[in-house]
């Protein structure tokens, strides 16, 4: 047998190197997610510059500035995964205003917590806000419960300055806009509907008595103006055949729909039905009840 050479296995050994550092170049790149990737949840998030505040509903954020303003000058706008980021100068002074549903406080701001400690608290366009002074710079925190925002002057600016500059801006949640949690609420929306169906066929009072927005009128004439009073109605009266006819239809949960004003979800036909929303506090409630 002939014996492979040093050369060769020179040769060999510096193909199989190769080998493995492009694998892991390939292994390395795996948890990285570029600019404009799908998420885990599949949807499409564009990163980087975009033309105005309403391309940044998209992560459930709308942040804009008064560009009507002399002393406003230099305005961007930018999606960095879940921050919503609006730059410009305000005097020439450059300032960042941020919002995130997923980050806070230094994490969304994305600079170093350079300050003595010392607060001022503040109020900005409703919500209490927190005002430190870093080295350098001035930085606000507020958040409406769902969104965070910050706002960063690049220079130590005075509190007359700063709140100058917070008079000009706009924010807005649009939280129900991102995809992801439109998804979800579809997905709610429709589990919603399911239990609808269940605790009617049921008659299930002490249930729907908490599902129910009140006062309740119904289209059948019944007056409900608490849980009580639910409690006490006459089944008969409100679970009226040709409802549950409607709401055991076999294509009535494929068919749940929204009103023409897209506030309301519908489950039934066009005129024996149950209506529910979403609420502010995310809890879906019965509206109205056509039986």
């Known amino acids: 047998m002939k014996k492979a050479s040093w050369m060769d296995m020179g040769r060999k050994y510096i193909l ?8 892991a170049g390939i292994c390395m790149g795996c948890g990285k997610v570029d600019d404009g990737q799908e998420e885990s949840t599949g949807i499409q998030i564009k990163s980087g510059d975009v033309e105005s505040a309403e391309n940044m509903t998209q992560i459930g954020v709308y942040l804009d ?35 995130s549903c997923k980050y806070e406080m230094y994490d969304l701001a994305g600079v170093e917590n350079t300050s003595n400690g010392d607060m001022i608290t503040g109020n900005i366009q409703g919500y209490s806000a927190t005002y430190y002074t870093l080295t350098p710079g001035r930085i606000a925190f507020w958040s409406d419960g769902t969104i965070n925002y910050s706002l960063y002057i690049y220079v130590t600016a005075s509190d007359e300055v700063l709140n100058e500059v917070l008079s000009h801006i706009v924010f807005e949640n649009r939280y129900t806009d991102r995809a ?3 998804q979800q609420i579809e997905t709610d929306s429709r589990a919603f509907a399911e239990k609808i169906v269940k605790v009617f066929n049921d008659e299930d009072l002490e249930t729907i008595k908490d599902m129910v927005l009140y006062p309740q009128e119904t289209s059948g004439g019944q007056s ?14 409100l679970f009226t055949d040709i409802l549950m006819k409607a709401l ?42 056509n039986n």
């Open 180 to 182: 992801d949690v439109q």
């Open 224 to 237: 409900i103006a608490n849980e009580n009073e639910l409690l006490n109605v006459d089944k008969k009266a």
């Open 16 to 23: 199989f190197m190769i080998a493995v550092i492009c694998f």
């Open 65 to 99: 500035v008064d560009k009507n303003s002399s002393e406003i000058t230099d305005v961007k706008y930018k999606i960095s995964g879940d921050i919503g980021i609006v730059s410009f100068r305000y005097s020439g002074v450059k300032v960042e205003l941020r919002g």
């Open 248 to 289: 055991n239809d076999e294509n009535a949960l494929d068919n749940l729909r929204k009103t023409n004003d897209g506030s309301e979800y519908v489950i039934g036909t066009n005129y024996k039905n149950v209506h529910f929303r979403l609420n502010d506090d995310g809890q879906f409630v019965i509206t109205k009840i």
